[in-house]
Each structure stands twice: as structure tokens, then as C-alpha cells.
């Protein structure tokens, strides 16, 4: 799949290199290009899941939150948690969870992390970054960013759409937006959040509502010309800032 939104996307004191594994798509930045050690790291994750998936035969098509299995790796446990906090399946949060789980193990060898993983982001950062907001063909595309203070601990910046991309969703909002403490409860609530949006109305409602999940800093929704947001979310305009 052609991910053309990343283009221009790695700021200058980084590196950048691209990892795919099956369906796992992730674009790096880094202090240093850690390809072959982010490749390995996403083949382990991938492993780890596909063997909980076979112990639990409903556990991809779950649409709800689902009790662990006996054992159940961490990075599962993550997708389960962030599933219930959000009321949804535990895969609204695998790509979060697998950028958060790979991005920590990048950090023993930089410091400073931004990968994305099919619009979900874990940031790690002793500086303010900002992120490029895409949101199709609304008019808010790549014109506005979510302004992200130091973040040496990580967090999740993650996007659900109904009118961008495979993922599923069953709004239609262009981008529904989440940032939070976590990754996979940031992708999680982004898919509760898109779920959420069928017109404009809803927007301020939905926003207020994923802000008050635990462990979610702030929500922002986009359909068409009209915009939301709520929690601690700062918008800048892209074009003052790179001019």
C-alpha cells in the first residue's frame, strides 16, 4: 500500500528507514537506522501474537472487549486492556500496541523514536515534536498539526478513519484522533472515537466522550469541514510552522 501521507515526514536530526513484515508496515525515525534490530524486534511481536491468536479463536474477530487466556503475552495483555477501556475488540489496538512494543526495545539504542505504524504513532522525545494531522480530502488535511510536548516516557498519537485506509470502522469520520499515555489504548480509542462520527453533530459529543477515558490526553475529530476537539490537544497551522 502506497502511504503516500509520509513523505516529508522525518524532521532533521533523525534518520529514517522503512520495516515491513507481512502486514506489519512501520516508517522509523532515530537517532541511527536500527533496521535490522526494528526487523527482528516486529518478527518476535508477530510470532508472539499469531501464537495467542491460535490458543484463542476469537480473538481477531472480536468486536468487544475479551477476557485473557492463562499466560497471555504483554503485548497482548496491552491490546486487551486498552480493549476494555475503550469498549472495543482487542485489535482496534494491535497496530499501537506493536509500535509502542517495538519503539520501547528502540529505545535502549536512541533516545529520541517516532514510529508510525499505518497512522499510529509512539513517540518518544526530549524535545516538542509535531505531527502533521492527515485527514483525506477534508480541508483540515496537512494544513493544521497536534503540537506534542517532551515526551521522554512515550506516548500514542493514533488515527482511525472511516474514509482512509483498510482499518475498520463503522463511522464516518476523516480522522478521529487520540493521544494518550499509552499507544494501544490511544489506537483503541481512536476506533471508539471514528465509531462514533456519522455526521457533523456528533462530533463535540464523541470528542468529550474518548476524552474521558483513563489514561487519554485528549481527543480531536475531523468530518469534512468541521473539527472537535477536547482534553489537552494544541493545534498549530502547519504552514506558519515550516514556512
Known amino acids: 500500500m502506497e502511504r503516500s501521507y509520509r513523505q516529508g ?5 533523525l534518520v529514517a528507514f522503512r520495516v515491513v513484515v507481512g ?3 512501520l516508517w522509523v525515525a532515530a537517532q541511527a537506522n536500527l533496521y ?3 526487523e527482528e524486534r516486529v518478527k518476535f511481536y508477530r510470532r508472539q501474537l499469531r501464537a495467542y491468536m491460535e490458543r484463542d479463536a476469537g480473538f481477531a474477530a472480536a468486536l468487544t472487549p475479551r477476557p485473557a487466556l492463562p499466560d497471555a503475552p504483554p503485548l497482548v495483555l496491552s491490546m486487551l486492556e486498552a480493549g476494555r477501556l475503550a469498549v472495543v475488540g482487542p485489535m482496534a489496538a ?6 509502542q512494543a517495538v519503539g520501547r526495545d528502540l529505545a535502549e539504542y536512541s533516545p529520541e523514536i517516532i514510529l508510525e505504524n499505518g497512522g499510529d ?3 518518544r522525545s526530549r524535545v516538542q515534536r509535531i505531527i502533521a494531522l492527515y485527514a483525506g480530502q477534508s480541508e483540515f488535511s496537512d494544513r493544521i498539526g497536534i503540537v506534542l510536548p517532551p515526551s521522554p516516557e512515550g506516548i500514542g498519537i493514533c488515527t482511525s478513519s472511516g474514509t482512509i485506509g483498510p482499518s475498520l470502522s463503522f463511522g464516518r469520520a476523516d480522522a478521529a484522533t487520540i493521544v494518550a499515555d499509552d499507544a494501544a489504548l490511544a489506537d483503541a480509542a481512536a476506533s471508539a472515537l471514528g465509531n462514533l462520527v456519522q455526521q457533523p453533530r456528533d462530533l463535540e459529543k464523541a470528542v ?3 476524552g ?3 489514561g487519554v490526553r485528549g481527543a480531536l475529530a475531523v468530518l469534512g469541514s468541521h473539527l472537535a476537539i477536547s482534553g489537552g490537544i494544541t493545534l498549530t497551522p502547519l504552514s506558519e ?3
Open 212 to 214: 474521558e477515558i483513563p
Open 94 to 99: 494491535v497496530a499501537g500496541a506493536i509500535a
Open 23 to 25: 502486514e506489519t508496515d
Open 36 to 38: 535490522k534490530f526494528t
Open 208 to 210: 468529550r466522550t474518548c
Open 9 to 13: 515526514m522525518c524532521p532533521r536530526d
Open 121 to 123: 504513532i509512539y513517540l
Open 241 to 243: 510552522t515550516f514556512d
